[in-house]
């Protein structure tokens, strides 16, 4: 059992928890994630390590209340516990040789792009980061990026906060004033990074994605989490989750990540009907 140390509404659909896994602490790094079942008799769900601490052994997540699961994890309260934590797990971000990363978060996803902006930042490098939001209520981390990046924009879809638009505009003019970055790491709904990619490739800077498929057993062994990339079949969960932007058959990956969605939302709803009336 994994005890929750700290919880924290980031908004109104995204919560952030502190649990104790030390031996998961122990090897995790910026990229990488774990599976967790919220109770013993749950669903298996993959989250990104959001942050961690070896020496006191707690690793950090962040999740959106979109289904049964985070629905059963978020009624959780400090002191309370998980019921299974497996991880690290996948291939951490690659930072070596990078000098100068443009980082790119859309949504929750930021949560996901936030340990990376870390990581660069922790190593010296340069980094410039762009995020997205459909509007101000649905901002998180904001403190949290601007300590480490060297400028941050923020973009909302309604113009409530920060600028108007979305997230390729404030890139592509970077691009225009002569910005050259060594990557650009995209990390968020697949139609975003898919866009970041058009958006770069006139400029052929290299872009890596983030890819987050259904997922069931996190280990290539059920191939759930498979995507085309570079013509060949890769698993998200053991090659990945960061792939090259230009190689990755995002309309074939948005068809996959919608075959279950009449069924999430019936479990929702019965989710919603168990919890009613629930304090």
Known sequence: MYRILKKRRLNP?????????PLVAKKARAGQFIILRADSDGERIPLTVAGYDREAGWVKIIFQIVGA?????????????????????????????IKKVCIVGG??????????AQEFHKLGAKVHTIVGFRNK??????????ACSDKLTVMTDDGSYGRKGVVTEPLNEAFESGERY????????????????QTAKPYGIPVTVSMNPIMIDG?????????????KTKFACVD????????????????????????????????????????
């Open 13 to 21: 659909t995204v919560t952030m928890m502190d649990i104790y896994a």
């Open 69 to 97: 699961t985070t629905m059963s994890l978020d009624k959780k309260e400090e002191g309370e516990y998980i019921s299974d934590f497996v991880g690290p797990l996948g291939c951490p971000t690659r930072t070596e040789g």
């Open 107 to 116: 949504g929750v996803g930021c949560a996901i792009a936030l340990p990376v």
């Open 137 to 146: 209520d649905l901002l998180i981390l904001e403190e949290e990026f601007k």
């Open 182 to 197: 060594d990557e650009v790491i995209a990390i968020g709904p697949l139609v975003m990074m898919k866009y970041v990619v």
């Open 219 to 231: 280990t290539g062994m059920c191939g759930g989490c498979r995507l085309t990339v570079g013509g």
């Open 240 to 279: 990945g989750p960061d792939f090259n932007g230009y190689e990755v058959d995002f309309d074939e990956a948005a068809a996959r990540s919608s075959m279950y969605a009449e069924f999430e939302k019936r479990e929702r709803e019965a989710a919603c009907n168990l919890f009613k009336g629930v304090k």
